[in-house]
């Protein structure tokens, strides 16, 4: 069973940056599309970026887009850098798989997830 490792979650102050990984075998890594979803206390789970296999084609929400970058650093690992972090950025961050084609990605179809790592911004 491949298994999806989340980390860097913690406790920032708005307006500060955090970097999320997400590591796992490099068999995964390369055969899958990737995506970050989230959720907050008492939100349904919901989707915040994805990276094809090509690691070209990308996608966000409105709500991180201009502010949260995903990338397919190497075979084993993916980052979220998140700057300008704000209250409404508090949750649960997944990372998540799925096989995909060669430059497709989007944000739905996903069945491998990360137990998740926990941002909360606050003052």
């Known amino acids: 069973q491949e298994r999806l490792v989340e980390s860097g979650g913690g406790l920032v102050q708005p307006g500060e940056s955090l970097r999320l990984s997400c590591t796992a075998s490099?068999?995964?890594?390369?055969?899958?599309?990737m995506a970050w979803f989230r959720q907050a206390p008492g939100n349904e789970r919901e989707f915040v970026a994805s990276?094809?296999?090509?690691?070209?084609?990308k996608s966000y929400a409105d709500a991180v887009k201009g502010r949260f970058t995903i990338v397919r650093e190497d075979a084993k690992l993916m980052t979220l850098q998140m700057t300008r972090l704000g209250p409404e950025d508090t949750a649960v961050y997944y990372c998540?798989?799925?096989?995909?084609?060669?430059?497709?990605?989007?944000?739905?179809?996903?069945?491998?997830w990360g137990q998740g790592t926990q941002v909360t911004v606050s003052s």
């Open positions: 990276v094809s296999r090509s690691g070209r084609s």
């Open positions: 490099e068999g995964l890594f390369n055969n899958y599309a």
């Open positions: 998540a798989a799925k096989i995909a084609s060669w430059d497709s990605s989007g944000r739905n179809g996903y069945t491998l």
